[in-house]
């Protein structure tokens, strides 16, 4: 069983940056996939980003070349680095994990959520 925590999420202006942290218990993140899924109030779970064991990345149309997603399997945490933040970028921000490393952006792919980490953009 795996428990994930996020933090580092908080309001900003538009233009500006933050980054999200998850950190891990439980278990050893090397053998999962990790994810950052958004949700806004009316509108669906949003995949922005995930990172396998080694690195490798992947990225909604919507954030790319503005989110980055990290990961430091010995800290056992995960990152996203966010950039140019615009208000559309509002929501609730979850990490989650799931076995094994085939890359994936859908929600219903992952196995273990955490609890989320409000980020809220204004103009």
């Known amino acids: 069983q795996v428990q994930l925590v996020e933090s580092g999420g908080g309001s900003v202006q538009a233009g500006g940056s933050l980054t999200l942290s998850c950190v891990a218990s439980?278990?050893?993140?090397?053998?999962?996939?990790m994810g950052w899924f958004r949700q806004t109030l009316g509108k669906e779970r949003e995949g922005v980003a995930g990172v396998n064991g080694v690195g490798t990345t992947r990225y909604a149309d919507s954030v790319k070349g503005r989110f980055t997603v990290s990961r430091d399997n010995a800290k056992n945490t995960v990152y996203l680095q966010m950039s140019t933040l615009k208000p559309d970028d509002t929501g609730m921000y979850y990490c989650a994990a799931k076995w094994g490393w085939g890359a994936s952006l859908s929600g219903y792919d992952y196995n273990f959520w955490g609890q989320g980490t409000q980020v809220t953009v204004s103009s």
């Open positions: 439980g278990a050893s993140l090397d053998i999962y996939y």
